[in-house]
């Protein structure tokens, strides 16, 4: 039934009825949240070994940064400047080996050359020294004319 054909007194008691509905929709959604909010809380005992904890946590952070920041200013030992006091380097090992003919018909001579680096380094302020030894073997073909 629609409002506009019913009397003054009908449209009164359909708006009333109405705005009660609405009112307890109201009042239920309200309630329902108030409940659902009080589930999703924390109790506040709860609440507040957390906010202890955090501002602890928070305190212990900030000390060591504090301590990172303040301390992080002391001078380390220097670190060692190495310079160059001896350089050797053997003499050259060279072996052949017989001929090997290739897949396209050409002979190479297979060359292995070995030899050794060594290097000494020296800190003038200290006692500091490395040396640095390299051996180095090397493998090579030599291409042979044949006529």
Known sequence: MDLYEMSGAGRRICSVRLERQQRE?????VVDQARVAAELDAA???????????AGFAAV????????????GVAEA????YQL?????????VQYFRPVRMADGSFVR??????????RWEDPRGDA?????RPN??????PLETN
Request: hydrophobic share 50%; glycine share 4%; no cysteine.
């Open 25 to 29: 929709l109201i009042v239920r959604t």
């Open 44 to 54: 506040p005992a709860r609440r507040g070994v957390v906010i202890a904890w955090s």
């Open 61 to 72: 952070a900030a000390v060591f940064v504090a301590a990172f920041v303040f301390l992080g």
């Open 78 to 81: 220097e670190a060692p400047t």
């Open 85 to 93: 006091v001896h350089v050797e380097q053997s003499r050259p090992d």
């Open 110 to 119: 297979p060359v292995r050359v070995r030899w050794e680096d060594t290097t």
């Open 129 to 133: 020294r490395l040396i640095h030894y």
């Open 137 to 142: 073997d090397q493998l090579t073909l030599l």
